[in-house]
């Protein structure tokens, strides 16, 4: 089954990880690890239901990383680096990240 609604809260999440790369008030900060938590916690439980355990510890790892309750504490470069992997990683999911297809039906 696709999930229109969850492929538009990645990329809308993705673009904001890069907005991320220019000057904002700590506000922005925290709603952007808010939301990055948020779809990625999604995203891990999906790949719970689905039986894809690796996509399920990445996502994971990644909504712990950015859970906006106990900051990790990087300089701005290395979230910068951070951000920007993130981001890519997000797209590529909208492409690589599906339920999968057994025997023509999905499982």
């Not at 809260?9 to 904002?24: D, E, G, T």
Request: aromatic share 18%; proline share 3%; with cysteine.
């Amino acid at each position: 089954m696709r999930h229109p609604i969850f492929i538009l809260a990645r990329l809308f999440c993705a673009a904001l990880l890069l907005w991320a790369l220019a000057r904002h008030p700590i506000g922005y900060y925290t709603i952007l690890r808010l939301i990055t938590c948020v779809v990625c916690a999604y995203a891990a439980y999906l790949a719970v239901q689905w039986k894809q355990t690796g996509w399920a510890f990445v996502f994971g790892s990644i909504a712990v990383l950015f859970q906006p309750f106990i900051a990790f504490r990087m300089t701005k470069q290395t979230w910068n680096y951070v951000d920007v992997a993130i981001a890519v990683f997000l797209v590529a999911t909208v492409f690589l990240f599906r339920e999968k297809r057994v025997n023509g039906t999905l499982s």
